[in-house]
């Protein structure tokens, strides 16, 4: 029997959403299934209608959780200006056997959290060892659910917070210190996390001379201020999906960046690590579709949501 079409807002799909050391552990699973040919994702395609904005087409299938679902997400950075919010969408899960949409849900909750969750999955992995110090760089939305994720993995991790607007970095959640410039923040800096808005004509200001010995640089606004000498000085380069990654390659991202060794899932589970790692992850369908089926599941087993007529 098919069950109900249902409706969750941001608040029904946060409200339901579960620890972040699950999010993580539901990331990397994906990602492991990504890497072992287990799911069926194309490149996610996507119209530009304003200068550096854009709305993609994310679709998947999960083979071992017959999981199969669509996200029509955008993203808008002048949407700052007009005071709401800069990623917006829906996404709908149907079920597979039939092809019968099952539910439709506000994606915004799911994008923040399950981009902070497939971070985690590297912090996880590769950040050095005993890693005491992290630095956020843009602290909008997305710098707020990474603060999170890394107060869940080291609660006594001192996090330094930049943004080009002072009060936003002021107001992210868990920082200890405000720092006045990149530099200042990623000085010292075991772990590094890029959120700045993705552009077309990226301006890198993320060098190997600010950087320590030992980093994990996380750059989740593709090229946009990480240089590709940054890049290049990195031992370990990964990138959540490689033919997502020459698709962007070929609409003008990463012109000048050396071709990621492998996929995040292929490597995190090999034994081994390195003095310096970047992680390039570009948000796949697939972690937003296995965090749809979470919250569905979830949402159905607390009476959630509004039913839709077919």
Request: with cysteine.
């Amino acid at each position: 029997m098919t069950a109900d079409l249902i409706y969750l807002t941001r608040d029904d799909v946060r409200s339901v959403m579960p620890d972040w050391h699950t999010q993580i552990d539901v990331a990397e699973q994906t990602y492991v299934d990504l890497a072992d040919g287990g799911i069926e994702m194309p490149p996610k395609p996507g119209i530009h209608p304003r200068p550096d904005a854009f709305i993609h087409a994310m679709p998947a299938w999960i083979k071992r959780s017959d999981v199969a679902a669509i996200k029509w997400v955008s993203g808008y950075p002048t949407n700052k200006a007009l005071g709401i919010p800069y990623i917006n969408g829906l996404l709908i899960l149907n079920q597979a056997e039939t092809g019968i949409p099952v539910a439709v849900m506000d994606c915004v909750e799911i994008t923040a959290a399950r981009t902070a969750a497939a971070s985690g999955v590297c912090v996880r992995r590769w950040a050095p060892a005993g890693w005491k110090r992290a630095a956020i760089l843009g602290c909008g939305e997305q710098g707020n659910y990474h603060a999170d994720m890394l107060r869940a993995l080291n609660p006594d991790a001192v996090i330094v917070a930049y943004d080009p607007d002072p009060r936003r970095a002021e107001a992210l959640r868990g920082r200890n210190e405000v720092a006045a410039s990149v530099e200042a923040a990623i000085a010292d800096a075991d772990v590094i996390i890029s959120a700045a808005p993705i552009v077309k004509q990226p301006r890198p200001v993320i060098t190997p001379d600010l950087l320590k010995q030992q980093h994990l640089l996380l750059p989740i606004d593709f090229d946009a201020v990480v240089s590709k000498a940054a890049v290049d000085s990195a031992e370990i380069f990964l990138t959540d999906h490689l033919d997502q990654f020459a698709h962007y390659r070929s609409i003008g991202h990463f012109q000048e960046w050396r071709e990621p060794q492998a996929s995040v899932g292929a490597r995190v589970r090999e034994p081994g690590g390195a003095d310096r790692v970047v992680c390039c992850n570009l948000g796949v369908g697939a972690l937003d579709g296995a965090f749809a089926a979470m919250v569905d599941a979830a949402a159905r087993t607390q009476g959630m949501g509004i039913t839709l007529p077919r």
